[in-house]
Antibody
């Protein structure tokens, strides 16, 4: 079965750039959309953006100026870059699969990785 | 302030039924499909319902979803202590051009 695993630094300083990678195992990254979602401590979910295996991406307008999502089909991975990090970006970051036929539904999630922004 | 409005908490006894509401507008629920997710503390969200009322493989029929106008409802019957979790609704918002979620509802099974 398909599994997702996030990886990347857990601590950043303000103004630094967050780089996270999601590795897809047990299935191909092709023919699906892939997404990033975050959840600040004790708060709700926030959609960051998604990418298709062709590299076509779309982002939450509230984060668009700071976000880039990319895909590496040869490694079955996709990545998130979020620049100019502030403490308000402290959150658990999840990667998830977005099947095109399920209308903006996220059917498989990674376990999440906690990212803390502090000086 | 979330775009979709959910009650902060609901509660019911084991074996009973509970419903969780998700209220939106014509720019989101009124013109798109709704999904529901269950999040046990310390774990990732899990898909329960998609396309308003469909259950993924492996989700018991104790969980159901419905939509009417600009509101959606998640129903859970035969409550179990293991159902204690946060529940989130989500959908696409045409005005914001973004996926939006409700603020979450904590379910207590007394």
């Amino acid at each position: 079965q398909v599994q997702l695993q996030e990886s990347g630094p857990g601590q950043l300083k303000p103004s630094e750039t967050l780089s996270l990678t999601c590795t897809v195992s047990g299935g191909s990254i092709s023919s699906y959309y892939w997404t990033w979602i975050r959840q600040p401590p004790g708060k709700g979910l926030e959609w960051i953006g998604y990418i298709y295996n062709t590299g076509s991406a779309d982002y939450n307008p509230s984060l668009k100026s700071r976000v880039t999502i990319s895909v590496d089909t040869s490694k079955n991975q996709f990545s998130l870059n979020l620049n100019s990090m502030t403490p308000a970006d402290t959150a658990v970051y999840y990667c998830a699969r977005l099947p095109a036929a399920m209308h903006f539904t996220f059917d498989i999630w990674g376990q999440g990785t906690m990212v803390t922004v502090s000086s | 302030q979330s775009v979709l409005t959910q009650p902060p908490s609901v509660s019911a006894a084991p074996g009973q039924k509970v419903t969780i509401s998700c209220s939106g507008s014509s720019s989101n629920i009124g013109n798109s499909y709704v999904s529901w997710y269950q999040q046990v503390p310390g774990t990732a969200p899990k898909l329960l319902i998609y396309d308003n009322n469909k259950r993924p493989s492996g989700i018991p029929d104790r969980f159901s979803g419905s939509k009417s106008g600009t509101s959606a409802t998640l129903g859970i019957t035969g409550l179990q202590t293991g159902d204690e979790a946060d529940y989130y609704c989500g959908t696409w918002d045409n005005s914001l051009s973004a996926v939006v979620f409700g603020g979450g509802t904590w379910l207590t099974v007394l």
